[in-house]
């Protein structure tokens, strides 16, 4: 009789159909990953704006000074154009300014000299912008001026 001994491992055609049934699982799951990482961004650039106004309102509520947020928008600073910067000089895309008491010389919403700010960096694929709503207004907004930009808060008895 002959004894016939069979060599341990696989064919080429089990290794081609693995590696074909490999390709087609990946390329069906990369639309999924792509979607969930774009929705994390959005998720993340939410959450960067979210702490930027709560850490100035409760920095305002804390010291009863003003605090402004500044964010980078294609490049622009304050209101009069100091870029926003970290305290290494890089590029923040947020700044959270103390701007001191209401009515103080230097209460202008700028940042000036010895003031303390705070800053958010800049995280990959995240940004934002706006859009000026031009003449037209929330429903119920009885504000006379003209919401150009800005935000502000006002503490619980309904003060500035």
Same mark, same amino acid.
């Given at each position: &009789? ?7 491992? *696989? ?10 049934? &490999?390709? =087609?699982?990946? /390329?069906?799951?990369?639309?999924? #990953?792509?979607? &969930?990482?774009?929705? !994390?961004?959005?998720?993340? &650039?939410?959450? #960067? =704006?979210?702490?930027? *106004? ?9 010291? %009863?000074?003003?605090?402004?947020? *500044?964010f980078s928008v ?7 154009? $100091?870029?926003? =910067?970290?305290? $290494?000089?890089?590029?923040?895309? =947020?700044?959270?300014?103390?701007? %001191?008491?209401? %009515?103080?010389? $230097? !209460?202008?919403? !700028?940042?000036?000299?010895?003031? $303390? #700010?705070?800053?958010?960096t800049a995280k ?5 912008? +706006?859009? +000026? ?13 003209? /919401?150009?930009? %800005?935000?502000? *808060? ?5 003060? /500035?």
């Open positions: &009789m002959r004894n016939a001994k069979r060599e341990a491992g *696989f064919t080429m055609s089990e290794i081609v159909v693995t590696v074909a049934i &490999m390709g =087609v699982l990946v /390329s069906m799951a990369i639309p999924g #990953t792509q979607r &969930m990482i774009t929705d !994390q961004t959005a998720v993340d &650039m939410a959450r #960067t =704006v979210n702490n930027a *106004f709560h850490i100035a309102r409760i920095e305002a509520l804390r010291t %009863g000074r003003n605090h402004v947020v *500044f294609g490049g622009a600073g304050d209101t009069s154009g $100091n870029s926003l =910067v970290d305290s $290494n000089g890089d590029p923040a895309a =947020v700044l959270i300014l103390d701007d %001191g008491p209401t %009515g103080s010389a $230097n !209460q202008n919403c !700028q940042i000036d000299a010895g003031e $303390n #700010t705070r800053t958010i990959s694929m995240l940004s934002w912008g +706006y859009t +000026y709503a031009g003449a037209t207004k929330a429903p119920g907004d009885t504000n006379a001026r003209p /919401s150009s930009s %800005g935000s502000s *808060f006002a503490t619980p008895t309904g003060g /500035s």
